[in-house]
């Protein structure tokens, strides 16, 4: 084990501080208290030596035995098993959103795991001193939360991979002229060409059919276990699954939509107002002003970016399905013209909506005019005039 020490400075206090920067074979550990700091590395995930590490700087520091400690590392590639070990072995552990992390806005600055587990130190100290803003800690799903959400996620891939090897053959025979039609039939369709498809070509269009026949299999499976958990009876009083089929309920959002939703949103995350709501999902402003100058970015795309995805999908949706709601009216009469304005106020409705979509799955409150599928409002829900429909 590499050790390092540092000079700083830190508030007294009676608390062991700690910044963890993670890559895939070492861990830099940095650490503070009582105005002493150190910094440590650690093999990648031997927790072990990271407890022996906090009660040696504890010893070090003149800390108690029983000292709390802070930690914190940035959200990655190494998920929340971390955090949740750190948890439970009494640690108050901060997951911290990378993009948060102030830096050095000169166009070349030092940059090694050293300093950048430094600055993380330091941001902790001022984060747990009060500065709300000196971080933003990440929302941790439990074990079954996050697990709710691969099965969304390796649809979504399978789908991707699918069109490859589609897109793949396709191309192939588009080299001699030929067009292909994927499907059932494709070796059909390469054994009627017989010897015009030239035989490396041939074979690699058959290998790339059974990848094809494979992915399919695999994203049917997936589709009826999904379809399956959503019309179980032995499920329907599970929050998550009632939560699916509650927006199931509204014309224009199907059951891939709603899982994601919920999956995703609104199954675990608590929002405190519609600002979080909108900001979790990336559609906030980024406005840009400086003296006279003021500029407007767009929106700030830093939120849930498959929940940002669907819901562009289901506001356009919306309006073909839901045209006589406020949402829909609000639309035509403010963004009706150009394809650009159109585009633009796709967004703000899906602003809107979202917000709209987050009270129902929570409070049960819908917006005035919304239809549902089976043309009967559901038990437990209230219908309430929006401002938007005001």
């Not at 940059?111 to 709300?132: I, P, S, V, W, Y």
């Not at 030929?178 to 390469?190: A, D, I, K, S, T």
């Not at 017989?194 to 059974?210: Q, S, T």
């Not at 979080?276 to 840009?288: D, H, R």
């Amino acid at each position: 084990m590499c050790q390092t020490t540092l000079q700083g400075k830190d508030s007294e206090s009676e608390v062991l501080f700690a910044a963890l920067e993670l890559s895939a074979k070492t861990w830099k550990v940095a650490m503070s208290g009582r105005g002493r700091t150190r910094q440590i590395t650690i093999a990648s995930g031997e927790l072990p030596a990271l407890w022996e590490a906090f009660a040696k700087a504890k010893e070090r520091f003149g800390l108690d035995r029983d000292a709390p400690v802070v930690s914190c590392y940035e959200a990655g590639r190494d998920g929340f098993w971390i955090h949740r070990e750190l948890e439970q072995g009494g640690v108050q552990n901060v997951v911290v959103d990378a993009a948060s992390i102030e830096v050095d806005r000169r166009k070349r600055r030092a940059k090694t795991d050293r300093l950048d587990a430094g600055r993380l130190l330091a941001q902790l100290q001022r984060f747990h001193g009060g500065e709300r803003r000196a971080l933003r800690a990440v929302a941790v799903p439990s074990v079954e939360q996050e697990d709710a959400r691969r099965a969304h996620r390796e649809l979504g891939r399978l789908r991707k991979e699918r069109t490859s090897h589609s897109n793949r053959m396709r191309s192939l025979f588009t080299l001699h002229g030929y067009r292909l039609v994927v499907g059932v039939h494709v070796c059909e369709q390469v054994q009627a060409l017989g010897g015009r498809l030239p035989v490396h070509l041939r074979a690699e269009v058959l290998r790339e059919y059974e990848r094809w026949q494979l992915v399919q299999k695999q994203i049917l499976e997936l589709e009826a276990q999904q379809r399956h958990e959503v019309a179980a009876k032995e499920k329907a009083s599970e929050p998550r699954i009632k939560a699916i089929r509650q927006l199931m309920e509204l014309r224009g959002i199907g059951e891939t939509s709603a899982r994601v939703f919920v999956d995703e949103f609104f199954g675990w995350r608590q929002f405190a107002n519609r600002r979080q709501v909108a900001a979790a999902a990336g559609l906030t402003p980024t406005p840009y002003a400086s003296g006279s100058m003021e500029r407007e970015q767009g929106i700030s795309k830093a939120g849930n970016k498959r929940v940002r995805a669907v819901l562009l999908e289901i506001a356009w949706g919306w309006l073909r399905y839901q045209p006589d709601s406020p949402l829909s009216r609000w639309f035509v009469e403010r963004f009706t013209g150009s394809g650009r304005m159109r585009r633009i106020g796709i967004v703000a409705l899906a602003r809107r909506l979202l917000i709209d979509l987050w009270r129902y799955v929570r409070d049960g409150v819908i917006p005035a005019g919304v239809k549902f599928k089976t043309g009967i409002v559901p038990e437990g829900v209230t219908v309430r005039m929006t401002a938007a429909a005001a």
